[in-house]
């Protein structure tokens, strides 16, 4: 386990100052979300309308924007009694969830969290998630230190956020 450094607490506090006003609950919640940790970015941080005592998914882009590799180690939310970092691995026909110790983020490149890919697994959900409300996700990362994310909610089926602006909402 890596210890935690002065580094590591100092990005954190940045990290705090840079996160965006939180917009009212009943909002779009198709703001533009974007919280830095470090050398790291995460944008867009998503979800899908769950019930209460199911389980759900949060997505994101996270980009490392240092020279440095670093690792998503982990997450939490009080929205959720467990959370786990997942990939989807093929099984024969069907694909399955797997769980990783941690995602990887090399340097100078973009890693997506996506429905049918990597995502932060929400299992035994304390309360709903409720399509355009936000639950806070707080991100662990082995350089970076930690960054509390507000995860907007959609419809359950949602593919991804709303584009900005509304105008690539929809990729056929
Ligand atoms: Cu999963």
């Known amino acids: 386990m890596p210890r935690p450094t002065r580094r590591a607490l100092f990005a954190t506090f940045g990290a705090v100052t840079a996160l965006p006003c939180l917009a009212p609950a009943q909002a779009t ?8 940790a470090g050398a790291i970015v995460i944008t867009q941080p998503w979800s899908r309308a769950a019930m209460r ?3 759900g998914a949060a997505f994101l882009t996270l980009r490392n924007t240092g020279a440095t590799p670093d690792r998503l180690l982990g997450a939490s939310t009080p929205a959720a009694g467990r959370v786990e970092l997942h990939s989807m691995v ?3 026909e069907v694909m399955r969830m797997r769980e990783q110790p941690a995602i990887d983020l090399p340097p100078g490149q973009q890693v997506v969290l996506r429905p049918g890919g990597l995502h932060v697994m929400l299992l035994g959900l304390t309360q709903p998630l409720d399509r355009g409300a936000t639950v806070p996700l707080t991100l662990r990362f082995e350089r970076a230190g930690e960054v509390t994310v ?6 359950a089926g949602a593919a991804g956020m709303p584009a900005a602006g509304g105008a ?3 990729a056929h």
Do not use: Y
Not at 29 to 36: D, I, M, S
Not at 150 to 155: E, L, T
């Open 150 to 155: 507000q995860v907007a909610v959609q419809a």
């Open 168 to 170: 690539h909402g929809h």
């Open 53 to 55: 005592g199911g389980s």
């Open 29 to 36: 919640a198709q703001a533009v979300l974007e919280a830095r």
């Open 90 to 92: 093929r099984d024969g």
